[in-house]
């Protein structure tokens, strides 16, 4: 039962009765529905007696008191009747036979009761929350300086798109590529290298995206928070190949591939800034969240999206989903984390594209009490930033050149091919082998050190023991080495289970520090004869700044084998042509150096 009633001094009542007296319906509270305008200054429960069975029947009566009579409806006037709403003569009696005298008592604490009148009263659109305006303003007004960052992101271009290419190989990844409906061709759309598919942006995103991450070779960035910068190139060239493609078709110029590699320095900046001090994977977020953030700021501008509408079109990433982390981790490693990217870059580019059509933005969406990011995800004060944004990312971003391996093993892996060379230098194998010891950083311990079974390619390429394994007994480390076919060899589970990690503190300090970056491993082999084989340590892979010149030779010759190996060797000769100089690649329309990359089947 309910009833609705007006007071003197535009006081609004409404009510619920239950009591035992009452019919069966009635013993449980019923649903109600009210009227209450601007402002509720409490919110009081009071009880009142029922006559009929001299019980105390439980009466709710909320009771707003409104200072602006032009906010009631015009039917609840100071003057008009009480409102009835299934009213009884029981509920009638009681209501206007009121106990004169009741104790009042709140129904929520002060906190809660003063919560909606505080928020209507701060109803007024805040300014947008500072990270926003400065991913904006960076995006929009930085100049990029610097000829180590274009250098860099050249490599880091044709090496992306390498590991895109080498992904189509597998077929797991192949089976998610394509439009969302078979057959479909988008005209002037996406085209998706080493395929022949034309998508749309949003759709071409995700394509390219996932291909790229698929097998875990792309470039790293290791901070607080771990991830991929050049995943970004997921939505970056899905969207410049379009408008190159659209605006070629309307006698427009297309987008240069500079303006691909300014995107590219731009979201690795934002993405890696952000990592650089704020651990997401501690609140159990996933590095994609910044994917998705750092994409739609280029993105934005790429479509022509103006200052205040890349804030709006960040904003509107932020309040998206966020995915967790459940899907690296044990025991629920699986190969969503191969495709996370790709839906990143699919839904900044929708995001982007929504905001280009009118949507606005949510320009307290990390601050706002209660709802914004910061108090419902991140569980912080806010974001930290150790420098402001530039070009400092691109210029010491980690290529993953040696194996393609998760990059905390990269060093450990190292370290094993050592050893497996100086095992055969002693006449040992594998089988000598008594116990293993790995010193490393307190990342890696979190992120890949892995007992039990390995069910799948993304569980093994998340463990160092199989890591470790691999080199010591086959002195190699593939893509193929992850498969079910090499997994199945019993010698590695037999490996895995004589090794031990062990956290080193000043691996995990200089892990952080800004001046090194290291991502140190050291492994220290015991022999079953009691033979302790002297320590393998290694602190920088081959694709860290400090052995750049050491690792680009070597990063060249990964490209040829993927390209090669799809698209045959004189396709590679001619897009190496085309890609071996900045100046020259730089002035390539974009839409012309994808087709390239694509094929006809």
């Not at 305008?37 to 008191?65: E, G, N, Y």
């Not at 190139?233 to 591939?257: C, E, F, H, S, Y």
């Not at 993405?271 to 993105?299: I, M, P, W, Y």
């Not at 194998?429 to 490393?440: L, M, V, W």
Request: charged share 20%.
């Amino acid at each position: 039962m309910a009833v609705l009633g007006l007071g003197t001094d535009n006081v609004v009542i409404v009510g619920t009765l239950f009591c035992s007296c009452l019919p069966f319906p009635f013993h449980h509270p019923p649903f109600l529905s009210f009227f209450l305008t601007a402002h509720v200054p409490s919110l009081i429960l009071s009880p009142l007696r029922c006559h009929p069975c001299d019980k105390l029947a439980k009466t709710m009566l909320f009771l707003a008191r409104h200072t602006t009579r032009a906010a009631l409806p015009r039917t609840l006037s100071r003057r008009a009747a009480a409102v009835r709403v299934a009213s009884t003569p029981l509920l009638l009696r009681t209501q206007l036979n009121p106990v004169s005298k009741t104790r009042q008592f709140s129904l929520m604490s002060s906190s809660m009761m003063s919560a909606p009148a505080s928020i209507v009263k701060q109803n007024v659109r805040p300014a947008p929350d500072q990270v926003l305006r400065d991913i904006a303003d960076y995006v929009h007004n930085h100049e990029i300086g610097s000829q180590l960052a274009w250098e860099t992101a050249r490599l880091c271009l044709i090496d992306t798109l390498g590991c895109g290419l080498e992904a189509l190989n597998f077929e797991q990844c192949a089976n998610l590529l394509g439009p969302v409906v078979e057959g479909t061709t988008v005209p002037n759309g996406t085209r998706v290298p080493g395929t022949p598919y034309q998508l749309d942006p949003i759709r071409g995103a995700f394509n390219i995206g996932t291909a790229i991450r698929w097998l875990d070779y792309n470039d790293c960035w290791l901070a607080a928070e771990w991830g991929h910068p050049s995943d970004n190139l997921g939505g970056i060239l899905a969207v410049a190949d379009w408008l190159a493609r659209t605006n070629r078709a309307k006698g427009l110029p297309a987008p240069k591939v500079k303006d691909v590699l300014e995107a590219m320095i731009k979201a690795h900046e934002i993405q890696g800034c952000l990592a650089l001090e704020n651990s997401f994977n501690r609140v159990g977020l996933d590095h994609v969240v910044l994917v998705k953030v750092a994409t739609t700021a280029v993105v934005s501008k790429m479509l022509g999206l103006n200052r205040e509408q890349t804030i709006d079109a960040v904003s509107q990433a932020w309040v998206d989903g966020q995915s967790l982390r459940t899907y690296r981790h044990v025991p629920n490693t699986m190969s969503r984390k191969s495709w996370a990217a790709g839906d990143a870059c699919s839904r900044a580019v929708n995001l982007a594209l929504l905001v280009k059509n009118g949507v606005g933005g949510i320009p307290s969406v990390l601050t706002a009490k209660t709802w914004g990011f910061y108090d419902v995800l991140f569980k912080t004060e806010g974001f930290k930033f150790q420098r402001p944004y530039g070009s400092y990312v691109m210029e010491n971003v980690l290529f993953k050149i040696s194996y393609p391996a998760e990059f905390h093993s990269q060093t450990a892996c190292e370290a094993a091919m050592t050893l497996h060379h100086e095992l055969k230098k002693i006449g040992k194998t594998t089988d000598d082998i008594a116990s293993i010891r790995i010193r490393t950083q307190e990342a890696a311990i979190r992120i890949i050190d892995k007992k039990g079974p390995l069910n799948n390619y993304a569980d093994r390429d998340h463990c160092i023991q199989y890591m470790v394994a691999v080199p010591l007994i086959y002195g190699r480390l593939t893509t193929q080495d992850y498969s079910d076919e090499v997994a199945s060899d019993p010698r590695i589970d037999a490996l895995r289970e004589k090794m031990e990690c062990v956290e080193d503190k000043t691996y995990s300090l200089e892990y952080h520090a800004p001046d090194k970056r290291s991502i140190g491993n050291a492994i220290q082999i015991t022999l079953k004869d009691g033979t302790i084989m002297n320590e393998v340590a290694v602190e920088y892979p081959v694709g860290h700044k400090f052995r750049r010149d050491e690792g680009i030779p070597l990063l060249l010759e990964k490209f040829e084998r993927h390209v090669t190996k799809r698209l045959g060797k004189e396709k590679f000769d001619v897009i190496m042509s085309a890609s071996k100089e900045l100046d020259g690649i730089s002035k390539k329309d974009v839409d012309e150096y994808v087709d390239l990359y694509v094929t006809k089947e």
